[in-house]
């Protein structure tokens, strides 16, 4: 099984941009669909973003304008765009990749978490 390493995490003040990594442990296709996922202390972890292996991508509602998902293919690296950050957005940031299609984004089809990245916001 992949094993995905998240990295660019970090505190901002709002308004400010981050851009997140992730790479696989392997090089290797993870899977068809990989997204991004994020958990804030106390909550459950939601999804942020996904895209497929033809570039089609999805936004949480809540989220788009401000985050964009892309992947470059060559160095086989998920990237999330962050910009005009708010406190709301602080949490632990993952990424994961499912083999079929994203369908509803539940973390439970997903595999190949890693340890995270966290995202700090301040006002």
């Known amino acids: 099984q992949v094993q995905l390493v998240e990295s660019g995490g970090g505190s901002v003040q709002a308004g400010g941009s981050l851009r997140l990594a992730c790479a696989a442990s392997?090089?290797?296709?993870?899977?068809?669909?990989m997204g991004w996922f994020r958990q804030a202390p106390g909550k459950e972890r939601e999804a942020v973003a996904s895209?497929?292996?033809?570039?089609?991508?999805t936004v949480a509602d809540s989220l788009k304008g401000r985050f964009t998902i892309s992947k470059d293919n060559v160095k086989n690296i998920l990237y999330l765009q962050m910009n005009n950050l708010k406190p709301e957005d602080t949490a632990t940031y993952y990424c994961?990749?499912?083999?079929?299609?994203?369908?509803?984004?539940?973390?439970?089809?997903?595999?190949?978490w890693g340890q995270g990245t966290l995202v700090t916001v301040s006002a």
């Open positions: 994961a990749a499912r083999p079929g299609p994203c369908g509803s984004l539940l973390p439970r089809y997903f595999a190949g």
């Open positions: 895209i497929l292996s033809t570039g089609s991508t």
């Open positions: 392997e090089y290797s296709n993870p899977g068809n669909c």
